[in-house]
């Protein structure tokens, strides 16, 4: 069973800067095929899809509201990979519970994910 965990989250003034991460504490397998997705939910608002990229690395999507700000990647932690969420010139717009999901599907649609991280609170202050 794959068991998703983010890490990284916190509060930050408005232009700065956070980096998520999310791995696999679960015995389990991500499959290299696998897609690999952030999303976010604001109080009140559905969860949207931020960034997506396969658990092998390659090309990544991104949501039009933080393409150029927001980085996704595969990075290599403890003999184990993780996906990352660089986020820079954050606005109070981006705050929002952000959750790690991963899928079957190069998909932005959040039903096409079967397995879901508990979430990391980021708090952009104006």
């Known amino acids: 069973q794959v068991q998703l965990v983010e890490t990284g989250g916190g509060s930050v003034q408005a232009g700065g800067s956070l980096t998520l991460s999310c791995g696999n504490s679960?015995?389990?397998?991500?499959?290299?095929?696998?897609?690999m997705a952030w999303f976010r939910q604001a109080p009140g608002k559905e969860r949207e899809f931020v960034a997506l990229?396969?658990?092998?690395?390659?090309?990544?999507?991104?949501a039009a509201s933080v393409k150029g700000r927001f980085t996704i990647s595969i990075s290599r932690y403890n003999d184990q990979n993780r996906v990352d969420l660089q986020m820079t010139s954050l606005k109070p717009e981006d705050t929002a519970v952000y959750y790690c999901?991963?899928?079957?599907?190069?998909?932005?649609?959040?039903?096409?994910?079967?397995?879901w991280g508990q979430g990391t609170q980021v708090t952009v202050a104006s």
């Open positions: 990229i396969r658990w092998r690395g390659g090309s990544a999507l991104y």
């Open positions: 999901a991963r899928g079957c599907q190069y998909e932005t649609n959040r039903r096409a994910y079967d397995t």
């Open positions: 679960g015995p389990g397998r991500i499959y290299s095929s696998s897609v």
